[in-house]
């Protein structure tokens, strides 16, 4: 059997562990990590970080990680990719070209990416980001033009949920895998809406993988949301829940009097009457679950460059329902709405699951590809 090792751009936390070290035990297959965050992102932190685990190798600097990388055999060491490849990046793969291991990529959250029509990205050119849309194209074939004259190849296999784009193996979003496969834990019993937050402003990729450098006033947003979360307990009867976003550290009250549960938004969304939320991830839930939706930003939210592109891209595009961007519309006229069962489909089999994939568990997929995979000469 080869040796697997994860090349990870973020602290190792609980979620990061939840999400590849369980799988690949699950799968029976031994899975080491090297936390590359401290080299390519100075700084970065975020909660629930595990350290001294034997499996974990944190590499702090770039000639750190080429010793490492001379210490293993290329023909019995494959990487898993869970870093960008970006011109940032660019020396990672390299290097690992260079020694000559292959990597494959699993990309668990598929649904990052969703197709869009050329009418949609021209709705939203503009004078004032086309020197930002410019660079991004540019920054694109620079790093494209790098890797073909360093001769450094992409991964020999991609496992992906997202039917639009290339992939050689088909697997599910892990909100499938929970959905489909897992249990439901009714633990607020009793009606109630759930909003799935996005710990913002204070998630970590704003600052450093966005490069976000002015972040908006955070009391000032939780305020807003406050507000929001009063006028629909008025109108429904029933308590808002906070279903805390994985990267988050509350510490109570944020919200208001309200729970705040963490890792826990599958069960919270599977059991709520209705969910609201941003740009999240856990739109899979809802969807899955077939819940009434009300997608909501606030003023300082929206102002953010990729924004409103990809909300308006998620909910009126994609899905066919509105967006409310908080304190620029009467609270009255925000409305919770399933999705058209056509596109609610649609949705769940191009981002979520597929033909081929919608019965097996992610781990008996990996399995047999990767056991198949250390065979091969």
């Known amino acids: 059997m080869k ?31 090297w936390d590359l ?50 011109w940032d990046n660019r020396r990672v793969f390299r290097h690992i070209s260079d020694l000559g291991f292959d990597t494959i990529k699993i990309e668990l959250y598929g649904n990052s990416v ?3 029509r050329f009418m949609h990205r021209v709705k939203f050119l503009n004078i004032n980001n086309l020197p930002k849309t410019i660079c991004g194209k540019l920054a694109g074939i620079k790093i494209r033009a790098y890797n073909k004259i360093r001769g450094i190849k992409g991964p020999i296999r991609i496992f992906s949920s997202n039917g639009w784009l290339y992939r050689t193996d088909a697997i599910n979003h892990p909100d499938y895998e929970n959905y489909k496969f897992n249990s439901h834990e009714n633990i607020i019993g009793g009606d109630y809406i759930v909003f799935c ?14 490069k976000i450098k002015r972040l908006p006033d955070g009391k000032k ?17 029933m308590p808002v829940v906070i279903a805390a976003h994985p990267k988050s550290d509350y510490s109570g009250g944020e919200f208001g009097n309200r729970s705040i549960i963490k890792y826990k938004t599958d069960d919270l969304v599977f059991n709520a009457r209705m969910v609201t939320l941003h740009v999240c991830n856990s739109i899979s839930y809802a969807l899955l679950s077939n819940k009434p939706i009300a997608f909501v930003a606030t003023e300082d939210y929206i ?11 998620l909910a009126h595009e ?17 409305e919770f709405k399933k999705v058209n069962e056509d ?23 990996l399995r047999k590809e990767l056991m198949e995979l250390s065979n091969e000469a």
């Open 3 to 33: 040796k697997f090792i994860l090349l990870d751009h973020e602290p190792w936390t609980i979620r990061r562990k939840q999400l590849f070290y369980d799988l690949f035990e699950k799968a029976k297959i031994k899975l080491y990590v």
């Open 221 to 237: 947003y939780q305020e807003t949301m406050r507000r929001y979360f009063d006028y629909l307990e008025e109108k429904y009867g």
């Open 114 to 116: 969703l197709k869009q």
């Open 37 to 86: 965050s401290q080299w390519l992102n100075p700084g970065l932190s975020n909660p629930d970080e595990l350290k001294n685990i034997e499996y974990l190798t944190r590499v702090l600097t770039e000639n750190q990680f080429v010793s490492l990388l001379e210490n293993e055999d290329s023909k019995n060491v494959i990487f898993v990719e869970e870093v960008f490849r970006s």
């Open 318 to 334: 994609t899905l066919g329902l509105s967006y409310y961007i908080l304190g620029k519309v009467d609270l009255n006229e925000v």
């Open 197 to 210: 937050d996005i710990f913002f402003p204070f998630h970590s990729d704003l600052k450093h993988f966005y």
């Open 343 to 365: 596109l609610r489909i649609k949705y769940i089999n191009n981002y979520l699951t597929s033909t081929e994939s919608s019965g097996i568990q992610n781990y008996k997929i």
């Open 303 to 313: 102002k953010l460059g990729h924004v409103k592109k990809t909300l308006d891209l």
